[in-house]
């Protein structure tokens, strides 16, 4: 079957040529060809059916990934968007499906990720009968999408997708979720053309830049004798990591990363210090309470970020650029707010710095971080007891991908040592769960991530406890053939749980002490081949076996038990009380 | 600061599902909306919220600059007590044999400014309008006199600080039309096809 997608160009011939009828199943099929998209994953069901059916004529332009869960799915999804930078997209039938889908939908959400989720519905006569596998889903994921809607008739879909794309991928990203009746995706329509969405009445993507206030901020910066920037995920959303370096580097900035800023400039570069936030390096949340001017640049100082509001840079004038007004002051009350997409405002802030280096300034920051590697870092990297510690895994990984690997992590100690201990090159480097902590987003968002970048090497980090919740999705990987490296760091316990009851509740292990499976096993009953192993002097070899491998591989570690994550800002207590053992 | 009573006016597109998402903003805060009513402007496609809550400033602000990042709302102004001219309507059913045979009441109804909109033989049914102490006064006064129904509607309220939201809907507009805008051609009928 020809493409009835239609580009610019010949938007004017066709619209004058006869109209063709097409189902509604298929017009979701030519939107995504129209938006670019190539890979879908998804899971079948009655009320998607047909838009499945239809998708049998489209395979050889659009690949669909089956998963083995709808969570792993959008999980997917969410991998494939955050490292292609393009819109993922899924597709869950009604009900159960849909439901299924809502965790991955909430971590988009609070993550910023464009998503346009398909749902199947049921037939639009039956809606509110409590239908066989009917459910609200638009009103169910109302509080976690961008936007959401219901489409009953075939004809909408063109525009309703368009519009669905639209506001995905457009000023803070997120997901929209559209739920198509059964009847909508099977009527024919007249069809003429797919015409991509750039206004919406009511809809604004990015403010308008006031340059009054750059002057302002720039002028703050220009007096600063301690300025600290902190960098979040808005750097990569607006593919500003360019303008975000040739910012820092004029004004001779100290910068630290959120987790989802982490890769938009490479981790050696010299003005690199670090992560913020509760397991972040010691110098940048020690100095956010010393610096003068603190300039936040596409983040959204989180509490487990800001740690205690009521202490938190008290002392200094804070500049926060951001897409999303409403963002500005609502967790830290702005001198400057700089409203608008970092790649415009940043280029205009840069212009009208003076230049500046900050010697002194920074070296505040690697005084203390010399301190951080002897108290912690050195005996994570390299430990004297015969037990292997997560940090040392990621050491090596390191080393052996040259710093050029998609680090995809789950939630827990492994990631928040993962965060502190890889080293990236490239941007969209590292993904992981941020603002939603979702345990199972590591492997199906691996897959995803995979399919988003082919070329680059992706793995895969996860504990024992998360493993076990998306571990179905093996299955994906053996089906389709995705090389991902799998990475598990066994230490017997929901680790980061246990590491909060030994540290605020008298080590009262309760329920989380976690058996594993033997995973070489479970990994060989879907062909995929796996390696245990328990020593260090095992370590590097097999690191070097799984990476040179041509496929999916997993290889489990044995790590120590109680090991635990430091530094850390305790609950409740401010950043610069961030403790180092 | 101290929480006082806050109209919300919220300007937004006439969409199935809007009205959720707006009530969703408020009970994820814990916000209890003492007032809520929707309807129509003068522009075609636009309606109108008008949300009463009472809380402290801050939290007003900051809730309304979430309610005007969702994609259908305009534009949300949240204003004060002083700042708008408001109204509600109250009905009030009272036994006709009491209003005839009791001159105090007559004398009651004159003083609250009411209107009888309905008398039966029965009964009848008396509206005012106004302030929230003014409807509530003539309630009071009325119910040792078998008052049988009462009902009472949102507050609907206009800034008095504003030239209408027309002509911001119009400036809004204008705001940066996205670069190929021009080459839309479903730009000029925008309402049949973006507004659903
Ligand atoms: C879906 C979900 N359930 C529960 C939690 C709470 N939680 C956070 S970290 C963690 C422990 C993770 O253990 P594991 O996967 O073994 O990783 P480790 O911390 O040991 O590296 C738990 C239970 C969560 N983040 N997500």
Known sequence: METLAITKEEESAKMAQPITSISGGQAVLEALIAEDVTTIFGYPGGAIMPIYDALYDYNDRLEHILVRHEQGGIHAAQGYARSSGKVGVVFATSGPGATNLVTGIADAMIDSTPLVCITGQVFAHLLGTDAFQETDVVNITTPVTKWNYQVTEASEIPHVLAKAFYIAKTGRPGPVLIDITKNAQIEKFDYTGYIPCNHIRSYRPKPKVRKEYVEQAAALINEAKKPFVLFGQGVVLGGAEKEFTNFIEKAGLPSAWTILGESAIPTAHPLNVGMLGMHGNYAPNVLTNDCDVLIAVGMRFDDRVTGRLDKYAKQAKIIHLDIDPAEIDKNVKTTVPVWGDCKETLPMLTELLDKKEHTEWLQHFRDLEKEEIKEVIHEELNPTSEIMSMGEVVKILNELTNDDAIIVTDVGQHQMVACRYAKFKNSRSNITSGGLGTMGFGLPAAIGAKYGAPDRTVVAIAGDGGIQMTIQELGTIMQFGADVKILILNNNFLGMVRQWQQLFNDKRYSFVNITSPDYVTVANGYHIPAKKIDKREDLKGALKEMLDHKGAYLLEIMVGKENNVFPMVPQGCSVSEIRLK | ?196
Do not use: C
């Not at chain 2, 009970?27 to 008008?50: A, C, H, M, Q, Y």
């Open chain 2, 1 to 196: 600061m101290n929480k006082q009573e806050y109209t919300l006016s919220i300007f937004t597109e006439n969409q199935i599902g809007l009205l959720n998402r707006i009530a969703i903003m408020f009970s994820r805060r814990k916000i209890n909306v003492e007032s809520l009513n929707v309807s129509p402007t003068e522009i075609e496609g636009i309606s109108r919220f008008t949300i009463v809550i009472n809380e402290v400033e801050e939290v007003v602000s900051k809730l309304s600059r979430q309610i005007e990042k969702q994609v259908e709302v305009l534009k949300a102004y949240y204003n004060t007590n002083d700042d708008v001219i408001w109204q509600e309507l109250a009905l009030y059913k009272v036994p006709t044999s009491v209003i005839s045979e009791k001159a105090k009441v007559e004398r009651l109804l004159r003083e609250y400014g009411a209107q009888a909109v309905a008398i039966r033989s029965d009964y009848t049914v008396f509206e005012t309008v106004g302030h929230r102490q003014e409807t509530e006064g003539l309630l009071e006064a009325l119910a040792p006199y078998g008052l049988i129904e009462f009902v009472r509607s949102a507050r609907v309220a206009i800034i008095k600080n504003s030239e209408g939201f027309h002509l911001k809907l119009k400036e809004f507009e204008q705001q940066e039309p996205s670069e190929a805008i021009i080459e839309n051609e479903f730009l000029d009928k925008r309402d049949e096809v973006f507004t659903m």
